[in-house]
């Protein structure tokens, strides 16, 4: 059965042409993600975003309010900037980073859910994600061969032992076996891909689907039952991953579908196959790249300490080595920003995006931003921690000693009313409890403090010279 949300082609046409007089929502990676999920028919049997209503009662039993078992409560955010311009029966352009059509929202509930706001409503697909690689493998639920299957899902390569286990379990049960490889978003799909497809030729008598899929919200217990709920659009009976399995065999019945836990397995395993691509896959720390982000109030010695630790890092070492102060980015990359609130947070977000395309590709990041918000902060690291290494310090030097050095006079003129939102004056500082490292600056100097950062990149394993 097409269970898809994609509009026919006339209707299509009428909807790119409607949409062009409606507000226009720039929707995040991970959002475009569930959308192809929610178009293509694996997200079924949702037909769009989950009103209040059901938002409700997933987060509280994991269930549609009709009682339908699902365990993602898959509601659209509204940026607070475009919240006046939803409402109640308006119709929406949902478009991808690159400002793409791909659907529209009639959006029917918009509620609040801690402090966040979502829309709810039906949607109507106009075209899927454009993706440039494995085209031939992003098989839609309906285009998949219609047999009963054995879902074989993996984050990582796919090794011998699980490839085994998957064809006992699928022999058992008189079905084939459809490997689903997960993309995170990351260029490491290609090599994964490849080293899959080297361990299938080893097989070459079998008849297996490779599948590439968007990866969903977690690798949870309730994230793997979303999967299992997803490799049964795919007319699977059972799932294979290395996933939290409890949830799924708690309801298997009431899905039709089981689930059997395997090992991700080591990389020794696969020594054989492909050695190279695995050392591509899977650097050692100290071959990949990395960032490292400062926290912490205007005149806590961040900026001075990250000067320090580039420097060095470059006497060490023949990396790449990029500092992104938060003033220097902003006079830079940020200047028609304003201080306010929104605005420091794009700033902030701009240097993660930044640091994540320096990790992307090997290098060294450095970030010295104040970076007050915990969320924003999380944001950030969200987006370099899929690419590389990425290590969060926070510069707690007390606010009293930060005030009394005040180079800028930026305190001062913060205390007079002459600047607005000033963080640890008028604005709040959010201290961090997920940093990798903690200082302080007020009985040592600059150069201990960066040393204290040598010694935990060197503890991990970043800055070991022997590559």
Same mark, same amino acid.
């Given at each position: 059965?097409?269970?898809s949300?994609l509009?026919?082609?006339?209707?299509a046409a009428?909807?790119s042409?409607d949409?062009?007089?409606?507000?226009s929502?720039?929707?995040?990676q991970?959002?475009?993600?569930?959308?192809e999920?929610l178009?293509s028919?694996?997200?079924?049997p949702?037909?769009?975003?989950?009103?209040?209503?059901?938002?409700?009662?997933?987060?509280?039993?994991?269930?549609?309010?009709?009682g339908?078992?699902?365990p993602?409560?898959?509601s659209l955010?509204i940026?607070?900037?475009?919240?006046?311009?939803?409402?109640?029966?308006?119709?929406i352009?949902?478009?991808?980073p690159e400002g793409?059509?791909l659907?529209?929202l009639?959006v029917?509930?918009?509620f609040?859910d801690?402090?966040?706001h979502?829309?709810g409503?039906k949607?109507?697909?106009?075209?899927?994600?454009?993706?440039?690689?494995?085209?031939?493998?992003?098989?839609l639920?309906?285009?998949?061969?219609p047999?009963?299957?054995?879902?074989?899902v993996t984050p990582g390569?796919?090794?011998?032992?699980?490839l085994e286990?998957?064809l006992?379990?699928?022999?058992?049960?008189n079905c084939?076996?459809?490997?689903q490889?997960?993309d995170?978003?990351?260029?490491?799909?290609f090599?994964?891909?490849?080293?899959?497809q080297a361990t299938?030729a080893?097989?070459?008598?079998?008849d297996?689907?490779?599948?590439?899929?968007?990866?969903?919200?977690?690798?949870?217990?309730?994230?793997s039952?979303?999967q299992?709920l997803?490799?049964r659009n795919?007319?699977?009976?059972a799932i294979?991953s290395?996933?939290?399995?409890?949830?799924i065999?708690k309801?298997?019945?009431?899905?039709?579908?089981s689930g059997?836990?395997?090992?991700?397995?080591s990389?020794?395993?696969?020594?054989?196959?492909?050695?190279?691509e695995?050392?591509?896959?899977?650097?050692?720390?100290?071959?990949?790249g990395?960032t490292?982000?400062? &926290? $912490?109030? =205007?005149?806590?010695?961040? *900026?001075?300490?990250?000067?320090? #630790?580039?420097?060095k890092?470059?006497e060490?070492l023949?990396?790449?080595v990029?500092?992104l102060?938060?003033?220097?980015?902003r006079?830079?990359?940020?200047?028609?920003?304003t201080?306010?609130?929104?605005?420091?947070?794009?700033?902030?977000?701009?240097?993660g995006?930044?640091a994540?395309?320096?990790?992307r590709?090997?290098?060294?990041?450095?970030?010295?931003?104040?970076?007050?918000?915990?969320?924003?902060?999380?944001?950030v690291?969200?987006t370099?921690?899929?690419l590389?290494?990425?290590?969060?310090?926070?510069v707690?030097?007390p606010?009293?000693?930060?005030?009394s050095r005040?180079?800028?006079?930026l305190?001062?003129?913060?205390?007079?009313g002459?600047?607005s939102?000033f &963080? $640890?004056? =008028?604005?709040?500082?959010? *201290?961090?409890?997920d940093?990798? #490292?903690?200082?302080?600056?007020?009985e040592?100097?600059a150069e201990?403090a960066?040393?204290?950062?040598?010694?935990?990149?060197d503890q991990?394993?970043?800055?070991?010279?022997?590559?």
């Amino acid at each position: 059965m097409n269970s898809s949300l994609l509009a026919e082609e006339t209707r299509a046409a009428k909807l790119s042409r409607d949409a062009q007089a409606m507000t226009s929502l720039d929707l995040s990676q991970s959002q475009v993600n569930d959308l192809e999920l929610l178009l293509s028919g694996a997200y079924a049997p949702l037909n769009g975003y989950l009103n209040q209503a059901d938002h409700q009662s997933v987060c509280e039993s994991m269930r549609l309010a009709d009682g339908t078992l699902w365990p993602y409560p898959l509601s659209l955010e509204i940026p607070s900037e475009l919240l006046a311009n939803f409402r109640r029966d308006a119709r929406i352009a949902l478009r991808d980073p690159e400002g793409v059509l791909l659907a529209t929202l009639s959006v029917e509930d918009i509620f609040e859910d801690q402090e966040r706001h979502y829309a709810g409503g039906k949607v109507e697909g106009i075209t899927l994600p454009i993706h440039y690689d494995h085209r031939h493998l992003r098989l839609l639920p309906h285009t998949a061969k219609p047999n009963k299957k054995l879902a074989l899902v993996t984050p990582g390569v796919l090794h011998p032992e699980q490839l085994e286990k998957a064809l006992h379990i699928a022999r058992e049960n008189n079905c084939t076996i459809l490997i689903q490889a997960l993309d995170t978003g990351n260029d490491d799909i290609f090599g994964r891909i490849r080293c899959i497809q080297a361990t299938l030729a080893t097989y070459p008598e079998l008849d297996i689907e490779l599948s590439v899929l968007p990866a969903t919200a977690s690798n949870d217990a309730q994230g793997s039952l979303l999967q299992a709920l997803i490799a049964r659009n795919y007319d699977c009976l059972a799932i294979m991953s290395s996933g939290d399995m409890s949830l799924i065999n708690k309801y298997s019945r009431e899905i039709s579908l089981s689930g059997v836990a395997i090992q991700q397995g080591s990389t020794k395993d696969l020594a054989n196959v492909t050695t190279e691509e695995l050392k591509r896959i899977y650097p050692n720390k100290r071959d990949q790249g990395f960032t490292v982000f400062f &926290t $912490g109030l =205007s005149g806590s010695g961040k *900026s001075t300490i990250a000067n320090i #630790l580039r420097v060095k890092i470059l006497e060490r070492l023949p990396r790449k080595v990029t500092l992104l102060d938060g003033d220097i980015v902003r006079k830079n990359l940020s200047s028609e920003l304003t201080f306010s609130k929104d605005h420091r947070n794009l700033n902030v977000l701009r240097i993660g995006f930044v640091a994540g395309e320096i990790t992307r590709h090997g290098g060294i990041a450095i970030c010295a931003p104040i970076a007050p918000y915990d969320e924003i902060r999380k944001k950030v690291r969200s987006t370099v921690d899929r690419l590389g290494g990425f290590i969060l310090i926070h510069v707690a030097t007390p606010l009293e000693i930060c005030e009394s050095r005040d180079r800028k006079g930026l305190y001062a003129m913060a205390r007079a009313g002459k600047i607005s939102e000033f &963080t $640890g004056i =008028s604005d709040p500082y959010e *201290s961090p409890n997920d940093a990798e #490292l903690t200082i302080q600056t007020t009985e040592i100097s600059a150069e201990q403090a960066c040393q204290q950062v040598i010694e935990y990149l060197d503890q991990e394993g970043y800055l070991d010279s022997a590559s």
